[in-house]
């Protein structure tokens, strides 16, 4: 075991953070000389682990913080093309999460912390200066920099107070029936005690960040249920017109809907659409914000052998009723590929659809009624095969996870092991691409924290 402290830190020119990790390296000292027993442990130093163990601490927990990898916070520092979108500017939590336990289980749980109230304590209480990016309604740090936002992070804790120990991955999880304390098994054999523990161990999305689905294992062996994981926000695979020679076009407009499989009716959810946002066709298949948003309902589909739902592309946003003016109203002596490009399809995929339709050649004039109909459900419904997904590598979180029926949605402690609170990604919950799922770890990993030194408090109190 070792703590945890980036080094880039000490290149700061900031004040705050120096000062900060100077205290650090005092800590660190400690840390080395820890007799392995906390009043509070955090399992996983991702953004909601670091959340919890910030919250806890500031309501005089003792905490510490076990990270299985070398650092804390390594989805952090690769998020958002390394800029780290840490919130959305608008929420709409019906629309923009996704859960397969109670919607007012999860209302329940964001209405404890408003987004003003979330981005006021990134600004004021981790000291990460904020900017909009008003065209994506998007929150980033102001130095566009994630490992600012993580270092920020770190420091905040260790200004707290907590104790992180980075290499030290645990393995197991039991009760001590006789002192009632949590024991927590470490891979290099040792023991940590603990009165209260909050799991925020992640998922299973990016394994090369060290995610491996511990936690979700170690609480099945406690007795929790678990929705079946599978892996969402992820690209997916799939030919498409004219193959490989689209490979790397994007649309910036583009809106992808999923409907369910035909004659499933009422035993399947009522379709999605996502919001028009950009589209990417890859060598392998399909990605961009407008399907990973709506993978989920695939990838759901596939790894659980349900009947698969119909992906469609309307490649513009434009609607029917739009195109059928435009080719009313083209002139005479315009090409079908001429027309499709003046009003914004670009010029490879203008080509594949005329090429697929038998239309390179055609003027609009010439099109007869079924032509013009095959046309327009091309622009607008354009089925997107799909053959598979990307799996958990390319996958920005895990979905399914544990019921929140069995979490205390006004303290996320479990139902079913009292001094055990959980949060993150471990649980049933996720949000669509655009700082929902940060802003998800934020809210679980507080309130989390909050009611853990809570409850240690009312133990303290019990027992006095």
């Excluded at 209260?196 to 099945?220: E, N, W, Y």
Aim: net charge positive; glycine share 10%; hydrophobic share 40%.
């Amino acid at each position: 075991m070792v703590c945890c402290r980036p080094g880039s830190i000490a290149r700061s020119r900031n004040a705050t953070l120096l000062r900060s990790f100077a205290r650090c390296r005092q800590l660190c000292i400690k840390c080395n000389q820890s007799s392995a027993a906390a009043p509070v442990t955090i399992i996983g130093g991702g953004a909601a682990g670091l959340t919890a163990a910030f919250f806890a601490a500031s309501e005089g927990a003792k905490v510490t913080v076990l990270e299985r990898t070398r650092e804390v916070g390594k989805k952090i520092l690769i998020s958002g093309g390394a800029r780290c979108n840490v919130l959305p500017m608008e929420v709409d939590v019906q629309q923009d999460f996704f859960t397969e336990s109670s919607p007012s289980a999860l209302r329940a749980i964001f209405s404890s912390w408003t987004l003003d109230g979330c981005k006021q304590w990134l600004e004021d209480d981790i000291g990460l200066p904020l900017a909009t990016e008003d065209d994506s309604m998007k929150y980033f740090p102001a130095s566009n920099s994630s490992r600012e936002v993580r270092d920020r992070m770190l420091a905040a804790c260790h200004r707290m107070g907590v104790e992180v120990l980075c290499k030290a991955p645990v393995t197991g999880v039991a009760r001590d029936p006789e002192s009632g304390q949590w024991r927590l098994r470490l891979e290099d054999g040792s023991e940590h005690a603990s009165s209260c523990i909050v799991m925020a161990t992640g998922g299973l999305s990016f394994p090369k960040m060290g995610t491996d689905g511990l936690g979700h294992r170690l609480v099945q062996r406690l007795g929790h249920s678990m929705h079946p994981l599978y892996p969402a926000l992820t690209p997916l695979r799939g030919s498409h017109p004219a193959e490989g020679q689209l490979a790397g076009l994007s649309l910036y407009n583009a809106e992808i809907s999923c409907s369910p499989a035909a004659g499933e009716g009422k035993k399947r959810r009522k379709g999605a659409r996502a919001h028009r946002s950009a589209f990417l066709f890859t060598h392998r298949g399909y990605s961009g914000p407008s399907i990973l948003d709506l993978s989920h309902s695939i990838t759901m589909a596939l790894e659980r052998g349900q009947p698969l739902p119909v992906l469609q592309a309307n490649w513009l946003g434009d609607s029917r009723e739009a195109w059928q003016e435009r080719i009313s109203a083209a002139a005479g002596a315009s090409s079908v590929g001429s027309l499709l490009r003046k009003h914004g399809l670009p010029q490879r995929l203008s080509e594949a659809l005329c090429a697929e339709l038998g239309l390179e050649a055609r003027r609009v004039a010439e099109l007869r009624k079924a032509e013009r109909s095959e046309l327009l459900d091309k622009l607008t419904g354009y089925p997107l095969p799909f053959s598979g997904h990307e799996g958990y590598a390319k996958a920005e979180v895990t979905g399914g996870g544990v019921p929140l029926s069995e979490v205390n949605c006004s303290s996320m402690e479990s139902r079913l092991l009292p001094g055990v609170f959980l949060c993150g990604e471990i649980l049933d919950v996720f949000g669509r691409i655009g700082g929902f799922n940060f802003y998800w770890a934020w809210v679980s990993g507080r309130l989390a924290g909050l009611n853990v030194a809570s409850r240690l408090h009312s133990q303290k109190s019990d027992s006095t």
